[in-house]
């Protein structure tokens, strides 16, 4: 009986990496009814995200309150990289064929897995992203005075043309005095930001000028000047943190498996219970899915933009004459899914001891399982769909005789369940809960 007692356990932890990776799945598919095969390696890149904050902030260190801080670093680089791909790979190809999108989503899982092993040794490519995000930054705060429309469909490369081109021109003469020198005084730094913003006003009040007749919207001269202003100094404060952080760890390869750093309280010596022996960071996991799923209920049954998702799922015309902005809660959707896949990442991490470039591949295709077991779309079918995959392939390693048996037969039979599941109930256990608009 402890032998049973301890599958269970065993089970019930795998099971909730699972659920806790197929919700992100489960819910953009109930808004956009997309297949993102992409999300395993979300769930990869946030066990890389709190890697990385450790080894920046608290290299040798193993304090409990650490892990809170490396978990918002796996959030931060989980939900930037999914809102990320959402708006430069998904978004073009919401109206595309549905196979478009489903063989671009494999695409951006190579690609991450690539980008990964090849790049996280190599911290000079940050500089890059600092610059981008400074480009990024400005436009987003030129935009905000008045809040206007640089939407629109005919217009919008136009109509946004003065402030990309105030951001740009700040940042690239940035770069350009970086290049010259990448030790500049104290005294030369605020120069260069005063040039960069007034170069950057310049191109921006000149395109400006040259899209008037064309644009709908007018920019005047103070969203030009913000934009400028906040990208070449947002690019300052990037470069000034890779020159003080991130130049000075010692970065891992990523071409092999990289050790976790294991955290007081929840890693360490396992406990026993009777005979059963509980790792701590299998209560860690356990714990992490319950109280993930119970704000989430929260999140969608009592929230304004939650009560927006369950609108949108439904029917995202009519959503959107109610008033409701579907790209905002597309958005939310992802982010979602990426701040459960990166609490993922990190109890991996922490059970595993390790962690590799390939990780999200296989636990991607699990817990899509799971979705599909519980009933894609439904996300309280996902929490089921990914405990019930858990335990099976626990009490399938224990209890299943001879050949097929064992460890290495785990998988197998997490996928006969499947077919089995598919074939006698497509639906899948709890049944899907969104219209299909197909």
């Known amino acids: ?112 897995q690539e980008f990964i092993r090849l790049m996280y040794d190599q911290p000079a490519w940050t500089v890059v992203v600092f610059a981008g995000g400074a480009l990024a930054l400005g436009y987003v705060v030129g935009g905000r005075p008045g809040r206007p429309n640089l939407n629109h469909p005919v217009t919008k490369w136009l109509d946004r043309a003065p402030l ?53 919207v007018e920019t005047g001269i103070q969203p ?12 300052e404060i990037g470069w000034v943190l890779w020159r003080t952080l991130i130049t000075h760890v010692e970065w891992p390869s990523a071409k092999q498996s990289i050790p976790f750093p294991q955290i007081d309280v929840v890693s360490g010596t396992a406990l026993s219970v009777g005979g059963v022996t509980i790792q701590r ?30 609108a949108v799922s439904q029917d995202p015309d009519t959503a959107r004459l109610m008033g409701i ?45 799971a979705a599909v077991l519980g009933g894609i779309g439904n996300i309280y079918g996902a929490v089921v769909g990914g405990l019930v995959l858990g335990v099976v392939e626990a009490m399938a390693t224990q209890y299943i005789p001879g050949q097929f048996g064992g460890s290495t037969w785990k998988d197998v039979w997490a996928f006969v369940i499947l077919i089995l599941v598919l074939v006698f109930r497509p639906q899948g256990l709890l049944g899907a809960r969104v219209v299909d608009r197909a």
């Open 1 to 112: 009986m402890d032998q049973f007692f301890q599958q269970l356990v065993n089970g019930l932890t795998l099971g909730s990496l699972y659920a806790l990776i197929a919700v992100g799945y489960t819910v953009v598919y109930g808004i956009v009814q997309l297949i993102n095969f992409a999300h395993g390696e979300v769930f990869m890149i946030g066990a890389f995200g709190a890697l990385t904050t450790y080894l920046l902030f608290f290299d040798g260190k193993t304090s409990v309150w650490i892990l809170p801080v490396m978990m918002l670093g796996a959030i931060i680089a989980s939900v930037g990289t999914a809102v990320l791909m959402e708006r430069v790979a998904y978004r073009p190809l919401r109206n595309a064929p549905r196979l478009a999108p489903l063989i671009t989503a494999i695409g951006i899982s190579v690609f991450l």
């Open 164 to 216: 990309l081109g105030a951001a740009t021109g700040a940042v690239v003469l940035w770069i350009v005095a970086r290049l010259v020198e990448r030790e500049l005084s104290v005294l030369l730094v605020p120069g260069v930001v005063i040039v960069g913003a007034a170069v950057g006003t310049v191109v921006g009040w000149l395109l400006s000028i040259a899209v008037r007749n064309k644009a709908r």
């Open 224 to 235: 030009i000047v913000l934009a400028a202003v906040t990208a070449v100094a947002a690019a």
């Open 281 to 310: 960071s299998a209560i860690f996991t356990v714990a992490a899915l319950a109280i993930c799923a119970i704000v989430l209920w929260f999140f969608i049954n009592r929230t304004r933009v939650g009560r927006g998702m369950q």
């Open 325 to 369: 902005n579907v790209d905002r809660i597309i958005v939310v959707a992802f982010a979602l899914g990426a701040v459960l896949a990166a609490i993922a990442g990190v109890s991996q991490g922490l059970q595993n001891s390790n962690i590799q470039y390939r990780m999200g591949f296989l636990a991607g295709l699990k817990a899509f399982t």
